[in-house]
């Protein structure tokens, strides 16, 4: 990859030039010789995924050969002429269930393993169930899957899977949150989409994944771009004094104060030291309070 990639991360949408020298310009794969994340995932409206991951930083990341993004048709491994991967539900009532056979045997071919038996060991790999049952994603979970050679996600439809791909095919369980989506598909492009940008290389300018919220423990500061005055508005002056020192305290009280104000739970985990406590304890922050 080009130093170009990076310079297209840098300069956004807009082709507008950065403001010089807070950046280094480096190739985007620089700091990066991990072989491709591959992400395999089982969908029965694989058409779903066209465009998602054809843009910007995950589209670049898989020409660079960082991930490697594989969408199937779960009908693919169906026997029967109607191709059928669905089900009744055993006991009754309305909504059809995906059939075992086909995600067993689509998950067996994909990550090359034998047949998964009551006795035998699970799936070499993550295999991810999208299931509003599951655990919430969060960042913690992306860090987690991106340290893996590769990951598959299921996404399911309808009322959901058959109980035996939950207990004996997936390995974890994961939910966008608590609300029901008609199928696993976006959910799906979510995880896809958060663990790709935390594998070396993907986000050119690597410390920009290091300083998002949630990888800090806390919220981010918030962001000004030119011009420097719109509509009466205008930049706080710190950020335009040239000041490192100042910068980097005024972003740390913001971050902190928005993390206060929006989620103080998060405060109960990060390290603070003394300015850090002495400016909470000035917004009405009680420490250690229940
Ligand atoms: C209509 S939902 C099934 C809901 C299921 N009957 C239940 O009540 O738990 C169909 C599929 O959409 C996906 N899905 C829906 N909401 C989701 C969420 N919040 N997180 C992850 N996947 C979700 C899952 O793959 C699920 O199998």
Known sequence: MSGEVYREELLGDSGASKSDALVEERPAQASSNAPALRIDILSLFPEMFAGPFDHSMIARAQEAGLVDIRIHNLRDWTKDRHRTSDDYAFGGGGGMVLKPEPAFAAVEEILAIAPLAADGPGPPHPVILLTPQGTRFDHAMATDFAGHERIVLLCGHYEGFDERIRAHLATHEVSVGDFVL??????????????????????????????????????????????????????????????????????????????????????EHLELDAQDRSFLLSLGWAENAP
């Open 182 to 267: 008609t199928g696993g598909e976006l959910p799906a492009m979510i995880v896809a989409d958060a663990v790709a940008r935390l594998r070396p290389g993907v986000v050119g300018l690597e410390t920009a994944t290091q300083t998002d919220s949630f990888a800090t423990g806390m919220l981010e500061h918030p962001h000004y771009t030119r011009p420097a005055e719109f509509r009466d508005w205008a930049v706080p002056d710190v950020l335009r004094s040239g000041d490192h020192g100042k910068v980097a305290r005024w972003r740390r009280d913001r971050a902190l104060e928005r993390t206060f104000q929006r989620r103080p739970d998060l405060l």
